[in-house]
């Protein structure tokens, strides 16, 4: 079995030499090839293992920001079209604010106010304050 994984899953020749140096130190002369051949084998496994367990924790996070940054567009889209139909047109300079805000508290807190909005400067205040309207 570990000639079948070292055929498919070959390691450089400087670990090889890693491996065999040790062992060489360690036991009877006869012994250091075969011991090499279950060790390396072992190594291999062991990296497959761990590229696995990294590729999937990788796979996670990279789904968890798609997902969240996913989500910022979304509320960033939704805020822009809400805040058009509510007071009009707005300037290129609210709109590219409320492109640039990332903090989801802040988008979700302009979209639940967004019926009492009365100018840009309100909604500015709540994108950059995350405060309730004052009024």
């Known amino acids: 079995m570990h000639r079948y994984c070292d055929k498919i899953m070959k390691i450089t020749s400087q670990e090889e030499e890693r491996v065999q140096q040790k062992l060489a130190k360690e036991l009877p002369p006869g012994e250091v090839k075969e011991m090499t051949e ?4 072992y190594h291999l496994r062991g990296m497959e293992k761990g590229m696995e367990k990294g590729m999937e924790k990788g796979m996670e996070k990279g789904m968890e920001k798609g997902i969240q940054k996913g989500n910022i567009t979304a509320l960033q889209r939704t805020l822009l079209k809400q805040a058009k139909k509510k007071l009009g047109a707005i300037s290129q300079e609210t709109e590219q604010i409320i492109m640039n805000t990332t903090d989801i508290a802040r ?9 009492d909005l009365d100018s840009e400067e309100t909604l500015l205040n709540l994108l950059k304050n995350n405060n309730e309207i004052s009024r």
């Open 107 to 115: 988008l979700e807190k302009a979209l639940e106010f967004i019926f």
């Open 38 to 41: 279950i060790l390396t084998s």
